[in-house]
C-alpha cells in the first residue's frame, strides 16, 4: 500500500464526462489498496472566465486591494471542481471529502496572485485517510496568515500537488494531464516532437523556467527540495487500463544523472511568448547605472530576466533587458518619467512583439559548439538574434516573436530531436 497524489489539469476536469472518468481513475488506484490524495484544477476555461469577468470590471493595472480580490474570484473555479470531484467518487461508491486550501490549511505568503507555500498541514489529510477516505485538496489555493484566501500563480495547481505529496511525504505525485508526457518541445507547436521516458530534474527546471508550461516551474522547484517522486501522463487512456501499466507509462522525473536513459546533448526546446523587452539608451556609462536602473525597477516589484549592457561608446552605453509581458507598460512609464530624465539617457524604447527560444539539456556541460549551432541554425532561417543568455545547461535567445514557430521547428530538427522516421 502506498500514499499517492494525483494531479488533474483543466482539460481533465472539463466536463462532467471527464470527472467522472477521474473519479473511476481514482477509485481503481484505491481499490488498490493505496491511500488517495486529490488535486484538481478547475474545469478548462473557468479561470480565464473569471478573470476575464474582473478584467471587464477594471481593465486597469493592477492593486494589491484589487489582487486579493482577484485571488477571491479566481480560487472558486478549484473550489468547485473538488466539490465535483468528491461527488462523482461517492457516486462511484468510494468516500471522499474535499477540503479548500484554508481549511487544510495550506499556508501562504500574502503575495496576491502569486503566492508561495510556507507549510501545510496534513493533520486532517491523514485522519482522512486513515478512515479509509479519498481525500480531495483544491488546487491553486492557499491561505495567508491573516486568513485571506491566495493564489499561487497561473498552473499553481502542479504546485499544489508536488507541495502536498512533500508534506505527506508520499511515495510519488502523479500529473495527469492532456499530453502523455513531457516532449522535447511542446508537440503543439512541433508535431514531430518526441515524448521523453525520463527527463532530469535539471533539465526539467531549466524547460519549465524557460516557457514550457506542462510543469509549473515552483512545482519542480519542490519535486527537487523535497525529492518527490513525479511523473506526467495522460489522463486521457481508457480509465480502466492495467495500473502497473499505467504507473509506469508517461514520462518521469529523475534525480540520478546516470539514470538518464537518453542522453542528448540537447533534451528539449523550450520558448516562452510572455515577455517584453525594453532598452534605455544614450546611458552615460559611470559606476552605478546598473543599479540605478534595474533597482528602482525591482523596487517597482517589476522582475527582471535578460540583461544586456552594450560596450560604451564616447562614454555613452545601452542597456537592455526583459521583463514579463504584463509589466511592460508600468516599466516603461517608470523608465520614462523617473530613470531615463534621472540618469541623463537620451531614451527608453520598448518592445512588446518578442519571445525567448531555448535550448536545454545536461548534455550541453561536456561539450562545446552547442551555442554556435543554435546561432547557425537560427541564421540559415535569416532570424536575427536580439539578445543572448546562457547557463550551463541552456542557451536562450530573444528574437522577433513573428518567428518563433520558425525558430522551434528548425531547431529541434537541426538537434536531431525530431521522430526517427521509419
Ligand atoms: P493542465 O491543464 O493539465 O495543467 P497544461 O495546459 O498546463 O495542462 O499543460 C499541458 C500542455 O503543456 C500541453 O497540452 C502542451 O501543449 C504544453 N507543453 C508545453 N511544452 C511541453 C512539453 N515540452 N511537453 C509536453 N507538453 C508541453
Ligand atoms: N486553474 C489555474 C489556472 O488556470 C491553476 C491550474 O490550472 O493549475 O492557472
Ligand atoms: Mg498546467
Not at 527527463?199 to 509549473?216: D, P, R
Amino acid at each position: 500500500m502506498a500514499l499517492i497524489v494525483h494531479k488533474y489539469g483543466g482539460t481533465s476536469m472539463g466536463s462532467t464526462e471527464r470527472i467522472r472518468n477521474v473519479a473511476k481513475r481514482v477509485a481503481k488506484w484505491a481499490r488498490a489498496g493505496h491511500q488517495m490524495v486529490v488535486v484538481p484544477s478547475a474545469m478548462s476555461g473557468e479561470t480565464n472566465r473569471l478573470l476575464g469577468l474582473a478584467k471587464e470590471l477594471a481593465p486597469a493595472k493592477s492593486t494589491d486591494a484589487t489582487n486579493r480580490e482577484l485571488d477571491m474570484l479566481a480560487s472558486t473555479g478549484e473550489q468547485a471542481s473538488s466539490a465535483l470531484l468528491a461527488i462523482a467518487l461517492q457516486a462511484e461508491g468510494m468516500a471522499s471529502v474535499s477540503y479548500a486550501g484554508w481549511q487544510v490549511p495550506i499556508r501562504t505568503n500574502s503575495a496576491y496572485t502569486k503566492a508561495r507555500i510556507e507549510s501545510i498541514d496534513d493533520q486532517k489529510v491523514r485522519a482522512d485517510l486513515a478512515a479509509g477516505k479519498v481525500v480531495i485538496v483544491t488546487g491553486f489555493q492557499g491561505v495567508d496568515e491573516l486568513g485571506h484566501i491566495t493564489t499561487l500563480g497561473r498552473g499553481g495547481s502542479d504546485t499544489s500537488a508536488v507541495a502536498v505529496a512533500a508534506a505527506m511525504k508520499a511515495d510519488e505525485c502523479l500529473i495527469y494531464t492532456d499530453v502523455d508526457g513531457v516532449y522535447t518541445t511542446d508537440p503543439r507547436v512541433v508535431p514531430e516532437a518526441r515524448r521523453l521516458n525520463t527527463v532530469s530534474f535539471e533539465e526539467m527546471l531549466e524547460m519549465a523556467s524557460m516557457g514550457s508550461k506542462v510543469l509549473q516551474i515552483r512545482s519542480v522547484e519542490f519535486a527537487g527540495k523535497y525529492k518527490v517522486p513525479l511523473r506526467v501522463l495522460s489522463s486521457f487512456t481508457p480509465w480502466d487500463i492495467d495500473l502497473t501499466e499505467e504507473a509506469q507509462s508517461g514520462t518521469l522525473i529523475t534525480f540520478e544523472e546516470d539514470e538518464q536513459m537518453e542522453q542528448a546533448i540537447v533534451s528539449g526546446i523550450a520558448f516562452n511568448r510572455d515577455e517584453a523587452k525594453i532598452s534605455v539608451l544614450g546611458v552615460p556609462d559611470k559606476p552605478g547605472i546598473a543599479y540605478q536602473i534595474l533597482g528602482a525597477v525591482a523596487d517597482a516589484n517589476i522582475e527582471v530576466d535578460m540583461i544586456i549592457q552594450n560596450i560604451s561608446r564616447d562614454g555613452k552605453t545601452d542597456f537592455s533587458f526583459t521583463v514579463n509581458r504584463n509589466d511592460h507598460a508600468r516599466a516603461m512609464d517608470l523608465l520614462k518619467d523617473k530613470i531615463v530624465p534621472a540618469l541623463g539617457a537620451q531614451e527608453a524604447t520598448g518592445d512588446t512583439k518578442i519571445c525567448k527560444v531555448s535550448i536545454v539539456g545536461i548534455g550541453m556541460r561536456s561539450h562545446v559548439g552547442i551555442a554556435s549551432k543554435m546561432f547557425r541554425c537560427l541564421s540559415e532561417e535569416g532570424i536575427n538574434i536580439q539578445m543572448i543568455s546562457t547557463s550551463e545547461i541552456k542557451t536562450s535567445v530573444v528574437i522577433d516573436e513573428k518567428y518563433m514557430e520558425l525558430a522551434v521547428r528548425a531547431l529541434h530538427k537541426a538537434f536531431d530531436l525530431d521522430i526517427a522516421k521509419v
